[in-house]
């Protein structure tokens, strides 16, 4: 429960001698301060009783005014504390003041601001398109959190869909990103989770087929003839040194050095999850590593052409870097499937899918599995099991014929 009083605000003495009034709202031993608009002569007030003397000319007056502002204080309080799970001393001021809650887009954009300060250029850049979106749907209203209701996700969501011609899985990703800044907003104190429009406005999520090599179309890429030293060449080689080397994302294989590899293994520092993955490379991605080593290795050269080695990237510029070289290879991993015979829409991401796949089939433990793609539960490595299960349910129809 928050306490109230009416105090003097000594270290704010006035030119003429008066100190001015100030409601002051203690909770969790944190303090704010409300000032009332009016100042007293010391003498003129009882500091016990937080009331102003008889000998003050308006005292019956200020002392209405005063206990009206000490009543008000209480009330909200009272009210706020059964509405909401956490009330702190800030949101008592604002209240007691007649004052909206947070600015929601103020906070969104910072936000995303500190997502850029802390090097996480990927999410800042969704993070930044979504909120972008969000303003401009909102306009130049003065929209705060408590006016992120269910019905106005319901709206905004219908906006995206029909105005924007968004698919459900790009509505699901902006409004994730919602639900992560409210959730932040949460944890600062900022809102009150039983306010939370999103324990009710449910996400939803059309599932996707994932593509994937089968044996004989991974076979059939890998002995492609193709001019050495060409993009398509280099483009080809990363595609499958990823089906063999854990499904590794295209970021990290940019960033491979030599000196990530021990003529075995090579110890990667993931970008997306930032976790340190050792992984014991199959004989195939060994020979693939051969065709780009030295006669003189440089640890900190990259094992791929597909960065500068002269350039010390910023975390800005990499991302940049990695997003060109991405957008090329999978134009190029077109043209590789169409010369391939490969009647697949094939992009680099589906040499993650090819990998997995791959494992299970062989025998690997789902577990391992999970480990070697750096996912975060095993959740997301189930999905590739139920893909492998489906095939073999297909392989016994024969015994239907």
């Not at 209240?95 to 887009?105: A, D, M, P, T, V």
Request: proline content about 3%; hydrophobic content about 35%.
């Amino acid at each position: 429960m928050a306490t109230t009083k009416i105090i003097l605000k000594k270290d704010k003495i006035k030119s003429d001698g008066t100190i001015p009034l100030y409601l002051r709202i203690i909770k969790d031993r944190k303090a704010k301060f409300i000032s009332l608009g009016y100042s007293v002569m010391p003498q003129h007030w009882n500091d016990k009783d937080g009331t102003v003397r008889k000998s003050h000319p308006n005292a019956k007056w200020l002392n209405n005014y005063l206990a009206k502002k000490i009543s008000d204080a209480q009330r909200v309080s009272l009210e706020l504390e059964a509405t909401s799970e956490y009330t702190n001393p800030k949101r008592l001021k604002q209240s007691i003041l007649g004052r909206s809650s947070e600015k929601f887009i103020p906070y969104a954009e910072k936000y995303v601001t500190n997502l850029e300060k802390k090097g996480k250029i990927g999410s800042y850049d969704k993070a930044n398109a979504a909120v972008s979106k969000l303003k401009k749907y909102i306009g130049k209203k003065d929209f705060t959190f408590d006016d992120l209701t269910v019905y106005f996700l319901k709206n905004y969501e219908e906006y995206l869909q029909v105005e924007l011609s968004n698919s459900v899985n790009t509505i699901h990703s902006n409004m994730k990103i919602i639900r992560r800044i409210v959730k932040e907003a949460i944890n600062d104190d900022l809102f009150t989770s039983s306010k939370n429009p999103f324990l009710k406005y449910k996400l939803k999520w059309e599932k996707t087929e994932i593509m994937f090599l089968t044996e004989e179309e991974l076979t059939s890429l890998e002995n492609l003839e193709l001019a050495e030293g060409s993009m398509k060449y280099h483009h080809r080689n990363i595609y499958v040194f990823a089906c063999y080397a854990g499904g590794l994302r295209i970021s990290d294989i940019c960033q491979l050095k030599w000196g990530d590899f021990d003529g075995e293994r090579i110890i990667v520092n993931t970008m997306k999850s930032d976790s340190v993955v050792s992984i014991k490379l199959p004989h195939k991605a060994i020979e693939i590593l051969n065709l780009y080593m030295p006669e003189k290795q440089n640890p900190h050269f990259y094992i791929f052409p597909l960065l500068k080695n002269d350039v010390e990237y910023d975390p800005k510029q990499l991302f940049t870097a990695i997003s060109s070289v991405t957008a090329y290879t999978n134009t190029d991993l077109k043209d590789l499937a169409k010369a391939a015979k490969i009647n697949k829409h094939i992009h680099f991401h589906t040499s993650r899918h090819t990998w997995a796949t791959r494992a299970l089939r062989k025998g690997m433990r789902i577990e391992y599995v999970s480990k070697l793609m750096g996912h975060s539960s095993i959740k997301t490595t189930q999905i590739y099991a139920k893909i492998v299960n489906e095939d073999l349910d297909k392989a016994m129809d024969v015994f239907n014929d």
